[in-house]
């Protein structure tokens, strides 16, 4: 069973993190949709990519896009928020010219995580929430515990706990989340810049610590703080650098590799051939194609604790 992850919904063909984006993923057919956390003013999870509104996606409330980085959501109440349109790319913008096939969704908002929840309860589809929480600017958001602790009140306010995982580079909140609410599936993101200053990103010890292996340093994470999970905890890491015997490790270590950003399908079948368990793409369209030549049936819904 194959893990196929809608990248900010599938935002090569629909605008990223928006309602619109994360239904079409699903009626394409995915299995889990990935999306990023921040923390409005008055304290609720939202799903967008970036603490400071992007330009490329923005438009104010008299239509205009906005010019230069646009105002932190940490300093937005949700209702300040719901004033910014978020439903297409601006036209000539870097986002425009990298998914030229994404279509339009005019008067799409920022949503509320819980409102992802109810839009996709029905579908029994996995959400994978990163939290965006960046050590090198900690005035930009909450801390990690804190965003950590709204998004499980959150999965569980609206009985959806049993479908979250929570992913970030920002290992300080996914250890909060093993000492405090062990029954959350985790999983540990990674790229070559976290990986070079693991005492910022991951507060530990890093690869050079665990013979140069980062899978080794994943399972080490996994297994130090308190509690015990009954499923396989997740490295995901940036596909471009990942090589074939990391992922043989890996899978030795008993984790689940699903690297991130995959949109090639050359790129696809190769990951396929290496053995790992998902993939994480702007083009799930593409994942089923290169999942069918491979014979690959998709992973349905995982049982997760519900409370």
Not at 145 to 154: F, I, K, N, Q
Not at 291 to 302: E, I, V
Request: aromatic share 6%.
């Amino acid at each position: 069973m194959f893990d196929l992850q809608g990248h900010r919904g599938a935002r090569g063909l629909f605008p990223e993190n928006t309602l619109a984006g994360f239904r079409g993923a699903l009626a394409l057919g995915v299995s889990a949709l990935e999306l990023d956390i921040a923390v409005t003013r008055d304290g609720i999870p939202v799903v967008v990519h970036d603490p400071a509104l992007d330009p490329d996606l923005t438009r104010d409330a008299t239509g205009a896009w906005l010019e230069g980085e646009g105002p932190l959501v940490a300093d937005l109440t949700l209702a300040e928020l719901r004033h910014f349109d978020v439903g297409r790319a601006r036209p000539g913008g870097a986002t425009a010219r990298a998914f030229p096939t994404q279509i339009a969704c005019d008067g799409a908002r920022v949503p509320t995580l819980a409102e992802v929840f109810a839009a996709t309860a029905a579908s029994g589809a996995r959400i994978e929430a990163e939290l965006k929480t960046d050590p090198r600017a900690p005035a930009r958001t909450p801390p990690p515990a804190r965003m950590a602790a709204l998004v499980v009140s959150t999965a569980r306010a609206c009985g959806a706990l049993g479908r979250l995982t929570v992913r970030s580079f920002d290992w300080r909140g996914l250890a909060w989340l093993r000492a405090h609410h062990p029954e959350v599936a985790l999983c540990w993101l990674t790229d070559a810049e976290t990986e070079a200053a693991t005492a910022l990103w991951w507060d530990r010890a890093g690869p050079a610590a665990c013979g140069g292996s980062a899978p080794r340093a994943v399972a080490a994470a996994a297994a130090a703080e308190g509690g015990r999970v009954d499923w396989a905890p997740v490295w995901a890491p940036d596909h471009a650098t990942l090589r074939a015997e990391q992922v043989v490790q890996a899978r030795g270590l008993g984790l689940r590799v699903v690297p991130w950003t995959v949109n090639g399908q050359a790129d696809m079948a190769r990951l396929i051939g290496w053995g790992v368990a998902g993939l994480c793409t702007d083009r799930p369209d593409l994942g089923l194609r290169a999942m069918a030549a491979a014979g690959l049936a998709l992973a349905g819904a995982q049982s997760r604790p519900s409370a």
